[in-house]
T-cell receptor, first 115, second 117 residues
Framework: DSGVTQTPKHLITATGQRVTLRCSPRSGDLSVYWYQQSLDQGLQFLIQ???????AKGNILERFSAQQFPDLHSELNLSSLELGDSALYFCASSGGQGRGFYEQYFGPGTRLTVT | AQSVAQPEDQVNVAEGNPLTVKCTYSVSGNPYLFWYVQYPNRGLQFLLKYITGDNLVKGSYGFEAEFNKSQTSFHLKKPSALVSDSALYFCAVRGGPNVDSNYQLIWGAGTKLIIKP
């Protein structure tokens, strides 16, 4: 158990809809990262937050947005969903007080299916 | 530009034989290197890292990796493979502290390791 939690585990929705994925980082970690993993593909970095502020953006679509709240949990919002958005979405965290910003610890992921 | 290459999509090894999963990198400054494993329908698990010091790094589940600066490689190894080692393995790199990388990791495409009984 990495200490990173994600909800829900599975999500099935229709094209055009909007969903919200939630992530709670390891206790004390300040950075949260979101990744997308499509079938038979590697990890695509979407976005990083550090202590509530956006720190870096990767290949995140304009239809997607994220935020990190004062309690450090994060949400990834996906809107106007398309079939191609079906994927595993992972959250990872790192960099707590007194910790190095080294390895990231991953949650179990949310499997999104768009029909 | 920073990059990571895992040149093999798949590696097949017989149980009990040694295994190697290859990783090469390109990064400015001193690299921070990582290996992760992903079992089916699971999140990624951290295996080991190289930050500084001894070039041979030992990690979880009997895995180790050797940092080779001249060859810019960080290959993952295990002396005797188990069927349970079958999984997807990812190599990642981050530029060292003198590089403003925002703590992002650059990920390889992954290598599927299949251990046959």
């Amino acid at each position: 158990d990495s200490g990173v939690t994600q909800t829900p585990k599975h999500l099935i929705t229709a094209t055009g809809q909007r969903v919200t994925l939630r992530c709670s980082p390891r206790s004390g970690d300040l950075s949260v990262y979101w990744y997308q993993q499509s079938l038979d593909q590697g990890l695509q970095f979407l976005i990083q937050y550090y202590n509530g502020e956006e720190r870096a953006k990767g290949n995140i679509l304009e239809r997607f947005s994220a935020q990190q709240f004062p309690d450090l949990h994060s949400e990834l919002n996906l809107s106007s969903l398309e079939l191609g958005d079906s994927a595993l979405y992972f959250c990872a965290s790192s960099g707590g007080q007194g910790r190095g910003f080294y390895e990231q610890y991953f949650g179990p992921g949310t499997r999104l299916t768009v029909t | 530009a920073q990059s990571v290459a895992q040149p093999e999509d798949q590696v097949n090894v017989a149980e009990g034989n040694p295994l190697t999963v290859k990783c090469t990198y390109s990064v400015s400054g001193n690299p921070y290197l990582f290996w992760y494993v992903q079992y089916p329908n699971r999140g990624l698990q951290f295996l080991l890292k190289y930050i500084t010091g001894d070039n041979l790094v030992k990690g979880s589940y009997g895995f180790e990796a050797e940092f080779n600066k001249s060859q810019t490689s960080f290959h993952l190894k295990k002396p005797s493979a188990l069927v349970s080692d079958s999984a997807l393995y990812f190599c990642a790199v981050r530029g060292g502290p003198n590089v403003d990388s925002n703590y992002q990791l650059i990920w390889g495409a992954g290598t599927k390791l299949i251990i046959k009984p």
